[in-house]
Nanobody
């Protein structure tokens, strides 16, 4: 069964940090592009970050550049999103996603064919 399971979300104060993890099962991450997306209440889904299948290409939304870092550990079949200097506007449900067809790095969610169930991140004092 193909599955992506996120963890690591929670409540954090502004300026704090969280590390999201996404474990894949039923397939390997070796040859897929991966991405992190988020959706805040009343807003459209937003591409946060992505990394290509080779790890050689990454991209970040302007709103998170310099604060978030995406990474992948193919040996553990896991992807990560390190989030630092969190702001209240980072509050959202965060989703990991995989692109098995193109294996690119894209912040466009339409390229992705596998999605996790989401993990809530709340930044508030």
């Amino acid at each position: 069964q193909v599955q992506l399971v996120e963890s690591g979300g929670g409540l954090v104060q502004p300026g704090g940090s969280l590390r999201l993890s996404c474990v894949a099962s039923g397939f390997t991450l070796d040859h897929v592009g991966i991405g992190w997306f988020r959706q805040a209440p009343g807003k459209e889904r937003e591409g946060v970050s992505c990394i290509s299948s080779t790890g050689g290409g990454t991209a970040y939304a302007d709103s998170v550049k310099g604060r978030f870092t995406i990474s992948r550990d193919n040996a553990k079949n896991t992807m990560y999103l390190e989030m630092n200097s969190l702001k209240p506007e980072d509050t959202a449900i965060y989703y990991c996603a995989t692109d098995s067809q193109y294996a690119y790095c894209s912040l466009d969610g339409s390229f992705y064919d596998g999605w996790g169930q989401g993990t809530q991140v709340t930044v508030s004092s």
